[in-house]
């Protein structure tokens, strides 16, 4: 039994056309935008080789990557406070060095990223590599030297281009190749 | 009334769109079916198709899945099924973003981000099920997000079972303040669905782990700061359910009583509180308000979920009051025999129990 007019049943909070055109399109802009930031950021950054160690877990979202350590050559990276997390940070790359603040106008090229328990994380610490090929690019990484090509925008933004197995793109690596 | 009369009335509810459980259930299913294999598609990851001509063709796809959504609009279960198979595909968009791009970050970062993207289409769906959905992805990345982020987990740890309470406590509010905005519209039912889940699951988490959490004496200082964010909560639902017009004053008191006794027993630990007794009755107590306002504004599923739910937590006591298998066979077989009688009982005077329910809930 209703005893409460309040408990009818009313519309969507949107529902006219023109309202749900621009929910429609707000979705898809905001996705757009986020992959012209990303575009962007590889169009416009600065190149950059950093040498890397690997391992490979399974992402549920994306598909099969190969998660790994960045070697940047620096003394004394995130050692200060290395119980703690979540700590920003800045590694210069030319020359190299690490530094708590954003580097002065001595650094040419620097890298943004945060300290976590003595570990610097850029957001350039993931490759993904498609689902057949996954394993032999980990063997692959483990028992030759690797590295990263990446992008880094004026404001420290670090983006992955490539990955290179004994200095050749993993792209032209073939999966019967030996180590 | 005459044959015209009764002509154009059964015309008119024949033009009105039917509820159907059954197609609203398997195209739910098909659009989970279809979700999940292009998610599968995207993890794949063919190298054979370059970064850029995957986007386009994403972005293509999404925007001609929009399109139908739109011209669909009339078609009530057609439209909710293109909505969410756009929702969908929005998110199997991030993974594929971050696929091309090689982006870092946690699960919870992308759910998050979907969730926000997604909210403008979701207050469109005309039936529950794709913002319910939208709302359990929600909160349970929010969820996600405090145990992953350490500074923030370091807030609640030892008091974890508060992260249920404040979850459900959003999720009521939300539904209150939806309510508030546009009435008993999909969104103000899906969050009210999602709010007893998340009751559901909070209660029964509190009532499992409750006795074991570890909030020390030497810690007096922080053990307040795990049930800030709840309080606060609490404090704003109060204040919806208050400025809830419609709602009199027996109503506003019953659910303002049900919130008290559902935080409660969040608080036995920090009070050194164990008894299985005192998180049974706050539960039993917040399931009898809550079914008490239902009768009153003829909420009969909601209602029935709660009368199951203090049958069940009657069953449960049983077992930890009596113990040794004889005497809880004996208390199993009294309890069945009381429920059964109970629901015969129910289903026999329905009607006179409804009336009196609802007397007492109208004052």
Request: glycine content about 6%; overall charge positive.
């Amino acid at each position: 039994m209703k005893l409460s007019n309040s408990d009818k049943e009313t519309p969507a909070v949107i529902y006219g056309k023109n309202s749900l055109i621009i929910a429609i399109t707000t979705t898809i802009l905001a996705l757009v935008g986020l992959a012209a930031t990303k575009g962007y950021r590889l169009k416009s950054g600065k190149e950059v080789e950093l040498t890397i160690t690997g391992y490979d877990p399974r992402d549920l979202l994306s598909g099969h990557y190969l998660t790994f350590r960045v070697v940047y050559d620096v003394a004394d990276v995130c050692s200060e406070n290395s119980s703690k997390s979540d700590l920003s940070a800045h590694i210069c790359l030319s020359p190299r060095f690490f530094s708590w603040s954003a580097p002065d106008t001595n650094c040419k090229l620097f890298i943004t990223g945060k300290c976590n328990y003595g570990r610097f994380v850029a957001g350039i610490e993931r490759f993904y590599v498609p689902e057949g090929k996954a394993k032999f690019l980990e063997k692959q990484l483990r028992d030759n030297p690797a590295s990263i090509i990446i992008k880094v925008t004026p404001d420290g933004k670090g983006q992955i281009e490539d990955l290179r197995i004994k200095g050749r793109s993993w792209k032209t690596l073939d999966v019967t190749d030996e180590p | 009334m005459s044959a015209e009369q009764a002509a154009a009335i059964l015309e008119y509810e024949k033009s009105r769109p039917q509820k159907s459980w059954i197609l609203s259930g398997f195209l739910a299913l098909g659009i989970v079916i279809v979700c999940v294999g292009i998610i599968s598609l995207v993890a794949a990851n063919w190298d054979q198709i370059s970064g850029h001509t995957k986007l386009v063709a994403d972005f293509l796809l999404l925007s001609c899945v929009g399109f139908a959504t739109i011209n669909w609009r009339a078609h009530t279960y057609a439209f909710d099924a293109l909505l969410m198979l756009f929702m969908c595909l929005a998110l199997a968009s991030i993974g594929l973003i971050s696929q091309v791009f090689h982006t870092g970050g946690e699960l919870y970062e992308a759910l998050l981000f979907w969730s926000l993207i997604t909210a403008p289409p979701m207050l469109a769906a005309r039936t529950q099920g794709p913002p319910l959905i939208w709302i359990i992805t929600a909160l349970g990345s929010c969820i996600y997000a405090m145990v992953e982020n350490k500074f923030l987990y370091a807030l609640v740890r030892h008091a974890e079972p508060t992260l249920f309470m404040t979850t459900t406590l959003v999720a009521a509010f939300a539904s209150i303040a939806a309510r508030i905005l546009s009435g008993n519209s999909p969104q103000t039912r899906a969050f009210r669905s999602a709010a007893i889940i998340a009751m559901i699951i909070a209660l029964g988490f509190i009532e499992v782990f409750g006795a074991e959490s570890r909030i020390a004496g030497s810690e007096a200082g922080r053990i307040f700061v795990p049930y800030l964010p709840g309080h606060f909560m609490a404090i704003l639902c109060v204040i919806g359910i208050a400025n809830q017009k419609s709602y009199k004053k027996s109503q506003v008191l019953a659910l303002t009583m049900a919130l008290v006794a559902f935080i409660l027993p969040f608080h036995f630990p920090a009070l050194a509180i164990k008894a299985s007794v005192a998180y049974a009755s706050c539960s039993v107590l917040t399931a009898t308000l809550i079914a008490a306002f239902c009768a009153s504004i003829g909420a009969k599923r909601t209602f029935n979920l709660m009368l199951l739910l203090i049958a069940v937590r009657f069953v449960i006591l049983y077992f930890q009051a009596l113990g040794g298998l004889a005497m809880t066979g004996f208390g199993l077989v009294i309890s069945g025999l009381v429920v059964i009688a109970s629901a015969v009982l129910w289903h026999k005077y329905r009607k006179q129990i409804d009336a009196l329910f609802t007397r007492w809930m109208l004052g």
